[in-house]
């Protein structure tokens, strides 16, 4: 069955720490990936994309992830975060052969202390 | 604005009422989606259209749900008898339908059934 997994229900770190949110997927074939983010009372927003090519990503507003074939695995990474960061980010992949609906995972909440 | 516009963004309603939603993707994009999403969860699928035809839809599509693109513009998702499990966010999303394309999504409809 095509699934993905967060792992993280609920980070809370504070400004300049590191971040890192786990993204597992099970899908048959050659998949795209992405990242969405959702700040508070807005809609969902792409953060990064990987198609094909180099498996190191990156986004806007400094975020970047790594596409890990052999683990199925597209882990989200900030090397300093900002209040601003705080939001739901959520994992999702689709087929790369069409434009096939996306499977999400069931989100991250970051919450961002000063 | 030229993003994906969903109207209304809130609904309210009793239980066993019907309630349409419309959503109007972003100009030239072919391919619209809808999407539902209920608290502490990401996104699940509904039913996709390329243009007017309607190419998929998920289990969780009950015989009380149907959706419309009768132009292959905008597009509408009707809810028969609406209950109290029905209350969720209902995103859309559209797309350009070519292979690698990026799905934009619209604010969301907001329903509540009492």
């Known amino acids: 069955a095509q699934s993905v997994s967060q792992h993280n229900h609920h980070v809370i770190l504070s400004e300049a720490a590191s971040l890192e949110l786990g993204c597992n997927y099970s899908?048959?074939?050659?998949?795209?990936l992405f990242w969405y983010v959702q700040y508070p009372g807005q809609h969902l927003q792409l953060l990064l994309k990987y198609f094909s090519g180099d498996p190191l990503v990156k986004g806007i507003k400094g975020f970047e992830a790594e596409f890990i074939k052999s683990k199925f695995s597209f882990n989200l990474r900030k090397p300093s975060v900002q209040w601003s960061d705080t939001a739901e980010y959520f994992c999702a992949v689709n087929s790369a052969s069409g434009n096939t609906p996306l499977v999400f995972g069931k989100g991250t909440r970051l919450s961002v202390i000063a | 604005d030229t993003g994906v516009s969903q109207n209304p963004r809130h609904k309210i309603t009793k239980r066993g009422q019907n309630v349409t939603f419309r959503c109007d993707p972003i100009?030239?994009?072919?391919?619209l989606y809808w999407y539902r999403q209920t608290l502490g969860q990401g996104p699940e699928f509904l039913t996709y259209f390329q243009n007017e035809a309607q190419l998929e839809k998920s289990r969780l599509l009950s015989d009380r749900f149907s959706a419309e693109r009768p132009k292959g513009s905008f597009s509408t998702l009707e809810i028969q008898r609406t209950e109290q499990g029905d209350s969720a966010m209902y995103l859309c999303?559209?797309?350009?339908?070519?292979?690698?394309?990026?799905?934009?999504f619209g604010a969301g409809t907001r329903l509540s059934v009492l």
């Open positions: 100009s030239e994009h072919n391919r």
């Open positions: 899908y048959g074939g050659t998949v795209n």
């Open positions: 999303a559209s797309s350009l339908g070519q292979e690698g394309n990026i799905q934009y």
